[in-house]
């Protein structure tokens, strides 16, 4: 294959794609190139299908390599292994807008690999060009697929949308979207705000849908030029005859249909598979017969169709509610003496227990990627629990999996531009949700419950914010959608969009959104957004009520910290001969201390005592001491004229025999170690510290 190149102007500069060049026998590849980044994305596909699947085998490997940015990887090997969370989250969002594009009855294995080959660290596009890319090393393939995607980030700054923004831009800005969607629509969207309003995000997805629609005839003039050969999906011959179906039909409509309108998710589920079962045996037909699993996707697309045309026509959901109303909410707050603070928020019969940990500078965690400054930290983390028990199942049980990473920074957004600064609070913090239990919107009960403990924990975030997840069920072919407020887990499997929107009475915060159908409109998003605003002050008003401000202090089991800034002429008194002085000061009181080259001295300690102790110290240390202070140093030499005492680290002073109260033999009154309360009576001639005995 020749070397085939297309290219478009796309933000600031063009978009380049090529493929005939590089990994020429995976079934797609294509390099992409924006500014100086630079993607490989390959696409390739197992030759027989798989066998009974229980769900699309697609599976997405994004390969971060820290040499595309001129860096060598941190840790004892010195090689990529373990992707990073960061990298987990670009797969994920590959992943989630592709999915949908393949042919119903289609079931062979694919892999979508995309690998950074060059990081500018000036444009921040790796998910652009992994979306971009991923879509069109599938469209020049044999791979099957209903249409091309593309994608697009957008940011709003200074009232202005911008596509492809640089680093420095998006960290200014106050909405930050990945977007992705076919000509139709958003398919896709992820990202975070700074409590923009619903008609900011509109906006910016109408901006996106323009670069969207671009990339696509970027994709479409390439693989016309390729003119790829595709894979025939071949139709299954039924096993299952029409009458069966139909007797199966007429047999279980009735009971599925009767046991549908249940709240509770575990008793609805075994009734309507008991139902099931039921209509199987009336029928014949057991795990043996050669129709079982057409028989058993009958029985699910006809609970499918019973609840999606109870929405559509009935105006009524699986558990009773109408299309607007939110579970009952219970919180709990405090729940055990150690935690530095907790908070158990129920939604129904979801259940979210969050619990804050305090920690100190030395707790923070260090960021390494390809994008990230060489010493680049956060002092915020969030992590997501889901446990198998949560939904009354055995499974087995390892590190965190992409969901729960994709969960958690979702959540994580949410809070993110609502914590203090850390001049004004100069703590670690970590925020843990335990989903105890789930059924819809694990990781929006975690926003509202990690709100929740922050505030009992003393954290002083600005407000509370809180999450909730929005559905929809459209009927295209009678032209009517339902939006569904706090969908729960049912209906964000049967239904037609999962949009997650988290922020507070002011404005948006964090949102996320998954279409299953090939886009959706203005007039359907502004419904969604106005109806999930509604629902959030709902929860905001429960939340308040149970706690509406940020407590004055934080926990007693909690460590204590204190900032204070040293000059930097006096960083190297504190600091001393290869760390001599701080070293001292540290094992003298127990505290930590931690001195940033700017003078910025965060100083901690579960006793509060020592805690001021070493304070004093330090500024003794810098700014001297005042007229007549008195101070408890340590004899550290005897001689018969005197004792010297040091006052604080490097900071010596001699008692003559003179100053003290008993005209006794020094050595007779003092030894080495003792404490002596003393005066400080300030410089002599030749600066030398004069003190006198209390």
């Known amino acids: 294959m020749e070397l085939t190149t297309v290219k478009k102007q796309f933000g600031d500069h063009e978009l380049i794609i090529e493929t005939g060049k590089m990994a020429k026998q995976a079934d797609g590849s294509v390099v992409l190139k924006y500014a100086g980044n630079v993607m490989l994305v390959t696409a390739c596909m197992s030759d027989e299908p798989l066998e009974n699947p229980s769900f ?159 990339s696509i005839e970027l994709i479409e003039e390439l693989t016309s030029i390729i003119k790829p050969e595709k894979y025939v999906v071949e139709e299954a011959t039924p096993l299952l005859d029409e009458e069966t179906a139909r007797k199966i039909r007429e047999y279980a409509f009735p009971l599925i249909k009767q046991h549908n309108l249940d709240a509770d998710k575990k008793r609805r589920s075994n009734n309507i598979k008991e139902a099931g079962k039921q209509a199987l045996e009336n029928c014949g037909i057991d795990k043996e017969n050669e129709a079982y699993g057409e028989a058993k996707q009958l029985l699910e697309d006809l609970e499918t169709e019973i609840v999606r045309s109870q929405i559509i026509d009935e105006g009524v959901r699986a558990d009773g509610r109408d299309h607007k109303t939110i579970r009952d909410i219970t919180i709990d707050l405090d729940l055990y003496e150690n935690l530095h603070g907790s908070a158990l928020f129920t939604r129904g019969q979801t259940q979210s227990l969050g619990i804050v940990t305090l920690g100190t500078v030395k707790d923070v965690k260090y960021i390494d990627g390809i994008e990230t400054k060489e010493t680049e930290t956060s002092n ?192 190297g008194l504190v600091i001393g001969a290869g760390g001599k002085v701080i070293r001292r000061i ?27 102790k070493a304070i004093d110290i330090i500024r003794h240390i810098v700014y001297g001491f005042d007229k007549n202070e008195e101070i408890d140093g340590v004899v550290t030499r005897i001689e018969d004229y005197g004792a010297f005492v040091e006052l604080v680290p490097g900071a010596t002073g001699l008692l003559h025999r003179s100053r003290m109260k008993e005209r006794i033999p020094v050595k007779d009154k003092y030894k080495i170690g003792d404490v002596v309360r003393v005066r400080y009576e300030g410089m002599d001639d030749k600066k030398r510290i004069v003190i006198s005995e209390v």
């Open 56 to 214: 699309f085998p697609l599976t997405v490997n994004y390969n971060e390599k820290y040499y595309a940015a001129g860096k060598i990887p941190g840790g004892y090997l010195k090689r990529e292994s373990k992707p990073s969370d960061e990298a987990t989250l670009i797969a994920r969002m590959i992943d989630r807008p592709i999915r949908p594009l393949f042919p119903k009855n289609f079931f062979n294995e694919i892999q979508i690999v995309p690998t950074t080959l060059s990081a500018d660290m000036e444009y921040s596009v790796m998910g652009v060009l992994g979306i971009v890319g991923a879509s069109a090393a599938l469209s020049i393939s044999r791979i099957p697929v209903i249409e091309a995607i593309g994608g697009v980030r957008v940011i709003y700054l200074d009232g202005i949308y911008k596509a492809n923004p640089k680093l420095s831009e998006i960290e200014k800005s106050s909405l930050d979207i990945m977007v992705a969607g076919t000509r139709e629509g958003i398919t896709m969207v992820e990202g975070g705000a700074r409590e923009v309003p619903e008609e900011v995000l509109i906006g910016a997805l109408e901006y996106a849908h323009k670069f969207i629609i671009e």
């Open 586 to 612: 540290m094992a003298t009181t127990g505290v930590d201390i931690s001195i940033e080259d700017d003078g910025r001295t965060l100083v901690s300690s579960t006793n509060v005592e020592m805690l001021d």
């Open 380 to 571: 915020f983390m969030l992590h997501y629990n889901f446990p198998s028990f949560s939904v009354g199942e055995v499974r087995r049980m390892g590190p965190p999996g992409r969901r729960e990473i994709g969960h958690g920074y979702l959540a994580k957004r949410a809070i993110d531009g609502l914590l203090p600064s850390e001049d004004d609070f100069p703590y670690t913090i970590r925020m843990v949700s335990e989903v105890l239990e789930s059924n819809g919107s694990s990781s929006m009960a975690s926003v509202c419950s990690a709100s929740l403990a922050m505030m009992a924990a003393g954290v002083p975030i600005t407000a509370h914010v809180a999450g909730i997840a929005m559905g929809m069920v459209w009927d295209k072919e009678k032209g009517k959608y339902v939006v569904l407020s706090d969908i729960q887990g049912l209906e964000d499997h049967l239904g037609d969009m999962d949009f997650k929107v988290a922020g507070t009475e002011k404005g948006i915060t964090a949102f996320q959104m998954d279409v299953k159908t090939m886009g959706i409109t203005r007039e359907i998003m502004e419904t969604a957004l106005n109806q999930a605003r509604e629902g959030r002050l709902h929860i905001l008003s429960i939340m308040d009520k149970a706690i509406s401000k940020a407590r004055p202090e934080v926990a007693p089991s909690a460590p204590k910290i204190k900032l204070i800034n040293v000059p930097e002429d006096g960083i």
